[in-house]
């Protein structure tokens, strides 16, 4: 068997690419179950075919991993979870991939033995969330597709940890994990793995006067297909651990031959080769499928034009021959003993350097031959025959006595229970599992007590103007400000003496008008955005914020490395809690206080316990969080913030931001969200307070905004101007939901 220095990880999405993925080659294989995988549409497994899967990987000294990396609602985990899991627990699955920290709350808490790993929805971008998720029991974390390899190297060397990066196939936009566009604008939630990929359809670029601008074509969002066969060695080299191919929707020989071909050049890096990628394997990863070719995306560079398809979105393949893989025959080592008057016994061992087995299984009594008695080479004849079992006899010793006599069937019958004796002892392997805990069912209640109108009222704000207005407010208590509030001003970025003197003269003047203040950590958290907060340590001073906002893991990992207090942090909607076990988790690690999600409706709200949660009540969505820039492919990177609109077919017009300060996208809805007219459902839902996210508005929009929050919830008036409908305006979820 080969050394597992490395991992090579495909994908599957049923048994027969399952197994002719590991016949090709691969070391691992995921899989999706008929429930809560981020492939809803794909023909996923039934645990029946997912057993079986798991029986064949092991066999060949291989490891079969379920997805669950969805966010689930409370009645899923309550209901469903835990015997889903069970059931593949106790068939040997070797590990589950997770989104949600609820899920993999409870999946660390009732199966001792189960290996987790950190899916990549968890939007996992440097060394602190990694460091979180390890401390909190996961094994591995599948890092964000947007990392350049110098960044991967950094999180291996601080932390550690087993490291899954994707190595080839269709590349999302948007930061995993941190995309609503499907959801809010078809009710497909790609959290919930039914993503409509909006991204792969045309949009105009406008810029701010709605000029058109002049692009290669419409399909902006599209990436072309990522391909890393050149950078084994790189990400090897960089401490990446196992090698994943993206593609559980694709067909079986796409599956096989990108293994095949990524086992090849793997297999010369383990074994010391340096082996360049030749034409015709470059041709043939082509022909396999591709998006208007390949891109190396981000492993050396931050974006590009050129990681974009722009006029072809769809994805492409040749008519190429099946090849289809050989499985493995596994060498076995066999001692049959004939002996007259004894019953026929027969030996069958097997091992691979790290694994071993072996049988002994006996069958009918030797007679004394009345005529012919059997020959040495007639017994081997029948033994070798080892037909359609994964098995050939490598060595093989026959002791027979002179004159002895047996049937040929029962030495065909003595090696067919000999082989599936040994068959059954490697599938099931040596190690005991620790047994899976009785669950202990997490009682819900509804929110029918009615909560106190006068709501603790947060307000996020990304201008100077919307955040003058917060403060002269009388209703609002707490003010978020974005980082790029502070070291960004008037297209140029300030120094830290002048960020110090910002921040010290705008907390004075909220901590003067008795406002609380906190600073809204950046989305995404990557190493410069760390690095920047270590070097600026005066940002988290007890005399400055009176808290943080944190929107992603690796914002908290940064905040526990400092010792930030946690009672002082408030997750965001990004950090999911969907369930009351999600939040159950987050509270158990210090965070109680969150963002209530914007995924689910009224009723799902109303079974969520929602005392320590915010409730959004207003605010532009984005929808998406980008690494490629709009800007950077119109004009070139000129380091200017400004806002773009993507205007669909439909002609609504999607604005773009790009956040220069930390070199990102943010794209937001052309609605938007607003439930202050829903203030009679939301008074009983129970919240701990409610919050309004401002963005594009000017001093007298947010105006009219906060007049509507007070006569909805204190002078119980519904505000005419909200409770009609006039097209600009949309509640998300919470009417409809999603599935």
Not at 29 to 48: C, Q, T
Not at 469 to 487: H, Q, S, Y
Request: aromatic share 10%; with cysteine; hydrophobic share 35%.
């Amino acid at each position: 068997m080969r050394a597992k220095e490395l991992e090579l990880l495909s994908p599957a999405g049923n048994i027969e690419i399952f197994k002719s993925a590991i016949d090709a080659g691969a070391d691992a294989v995921y899989f999706g179950g008929d429930l809560f995988g981020a492939r809803a549409y794909a023909k996923n497994f039934s645990i029946e075919e997912g057993t079986e899967a798991i029986r064949y990987a092991h066999l060949y000294g291989r490891q079969a991993y379920l997805t669950v990396n969805t966010l689930l609602k409370n009645l899923e985990i309550e209901r469903d979870l835990y015997k889903y899991i069970r059931a593949y627990y106790e068939a040997g699955l070797d590990a589950v991939i997770v989104q949600d920290m609820g899920v993999f709350a409870m999946l660390r808490s009732y199966f001792p033995d189960l290996v987790l790993h950190a899916s990549t929805q968890m939007t996992l971008a440097g060394a602190d969330g990694a460091a979180l998720l390890q401390k909190q029991g996961a094994s591995r974390i599948v890092t964000s597709r947007e990392l350049s390899i110098a960044e991967i190297a950094e999180i291996y060397q601080k932390t550690g940890i087993e490291i899954e990066t994707f190595i080839h196939g269709a590349l999302c936009v948007c930061y995993s994990g941190q995309c609503l566009m499907s959801s809010m604008l078809g009710g497909r939630s790609g959290n919930r793995g039914r993503c409509a990929q909006p991204c792969r359809l045309p949009y105009d670029l406008l810029d701010e006067h709605g000029k058109k601008s002049s692009m290669p074509g419409q399909y902006l969002l599209s990436p072309k297909d990522l391909c890393g066969i050149d950078y084994i060695k790189a990400l090897a080299e960089a401490g990446v651990y196992s090698f994943k191919i993206e593609g559980r929707m694709k067909q079986k020989e796409y599956a096989t031959g990108v293994v095949s071909l990524y086992r090849r050049y793997m297999d010369a890096y383990l074994e010391g080769r340096d082996l360049p990628v030749s034409k015709a394997d470059r041709q043939r990863i082509f022909d396999l499928g591709n998006r208007k070719g390949f891109t190396n995306a981000y492993f050396t560079r931050q974006n590009d034009p050129d990681m974009i398809t722009y006029t072809k979105p769809s994805h492409e393949k040749a008519d190429l021959a099946a090849t289809e893989p050989v499985a493995e025959k596994l060498g076995v080592s066999g001692r049959c003993y004939l002996q007259i008057g004894c019953p026929a016994r027969l030996c069958v061992s097997y091992q691979d350097g790290k694994r071993a087995a072996s049988v002994e299984v006996f069958g009918d009594v030797v007679e004394t031959a009345g005529k012919t008695p059997i020959t040495e080479e007639q017994v081997e004849v029948k033994l070798k025959k080892t037909g359609n079992t994964p098995f050939t006899f490598s060595d093989l010793e026959i002791t027979l006595e002179s004159g002895a006599f047996l049937p040929m069937g029962r030495i065909n019958e003595i090696r067919r229970n000999a082989l599936d004796a040994l068959l059954e002892q490697i599938e099931k392997g040596s190690g005991k599992r620790e047994p899976a805990l009785d669950f202990e069912k997490l009682e819900m209640e509804e929110n029918g007590k009615k909560a106190d109108a006068l709501l603790h009222l947060l307000v996020t704000c990304q201008t100077k103007d919307q955040y003058v207005l917060a403060l002269e407010d009388n209703l609002v208590k707490t003010i978020g400000l974005p980082l790029a509030f502070f070291i960004w001003e008037q297209d140029k970025r300030l120094s830290k003496d002048a960020c110090l003197e910002k921040v010290t003269r705008i907390c004075e003047n909220a901590h003067a008008k008795n406002k609380e203040i906190y600073l809204l950590m950046p989305p995404i958290c990557r190493k410069k955005e760390t690095d920047l907060l270590r070097a600026w340590d005066f940002l988290f001073a007890d005399s400055y914020f009176d808290g943080m906002i944190v929107a992603s893991y690796d914002g908290l990992g940064f905040l526990e490395s400092i010792a930030y207090p946690r009672d002082r942090v408030i997750l965001d909607h990004r950090l999911y809690t969907f369930s009351d076990r999600s939040q159950q988790a987050f509270a158990q690690m210090g965070y109680p206080r969150n963002t209530a999600p914007l995924e689910l409706n009224a009723k799902e709200l109303r079974h969520r316990y929602n005392a320590a949660s915010y409730m959004l009540l207003y605010g532009r969505i984005p929808l998406m969080i980008t690494a490629n820039c709009q800007n950077a492919n119109a004009r070139g990177c000129d380091h200017r913030p400004r806002t773009y609109y993507l205007q669909d077919r439909y002609k609504e017009r999607f604005p773009v931001k790009n956040c220069c300060a930390f070199c990102y996208n943010e794209i937001y809805n052309s609605k938007i969200y607003q439930t202050i007219s829903e203030n009679k459902t939301l008074e009983s839902l129970g919240f701990f307070g409610y919050r309004m996210d401002f963005s594009f508005e000017t001093k007298e929009e947010m105006k009219q905004v906060l007049a509507r929050y007070e006569n909805a919830f204190y002078h119980k008036g519904f505000g005419t101007e909200d409770a009609k409908d006039d097209g600009n305006y949309t509640k998300g979820h919470f009417k409809r939901g999603v599935e």
